[in-house]
Nanobody, 119 residues
Framework: QVRLVESGGGLVQAGGSLRLSCAAA????????VGWFRQTPGKEREFVAL????TYVDAVKGRFTGSRDNASNTAYLHMNNLRPEDTGVYFC????????????????WGPGAQVTVSS
């Protein structure tokens, strides 16, 4: 089974950029649809993007871009022009089928990476 670990989170000012990494171990993800979600305290995980499907939530379209590096077995989420409302813990996971924006359609969740955007 694949194991995912996120990294690259941190504190950034509004308008800044971050690149999140989702490193995979145990199995290649070169042909796997990898999703990104984010969560804030007291709220459910919110779909952000699906790498492989080119699907993004409207709030991040034009600002976030997914990519992958097959050589390092890593997926990325490039986040530009960050806003305070982008703050949260970001998770990557493997898409298994079903509604793309539904967290139950995913498994092999990583532990998450905190992103904090200050105004």
């Amino acid at each position: 089974q694949v194991r995912l670990v996120e990294s690259g989170g941190g504190l950034v000012q509004a308008g800044g950029s971050l690149r999140l990494s989702c490193a995979a171990a145990g199995r290649t993800i070169s042909t796997t649809a990898v999703g990104w979600f984010r969560q804030t305290p007291g709220k459910e995980r919110e779909f952000v993007a699906l790498l492989g499907g080119g699907t993004y939530v409207d709030a991040v379209k034009g600002r976030f871009t997914g990519s992958r590096d097959n050589a390092s077995n890593t997926a990325y989420l490039h986040m530009n022009n960050l806003r305070p409302e982008d703050t949260g813990v970001y998770f990557c996971a493997v898409y298994r089928g079903g509604p793309v924006r539904d967290a139950t359609a995913y498994d092999s969740w990583g532990p998450g990476a905190q992103v904090t955007v200050s105004s």
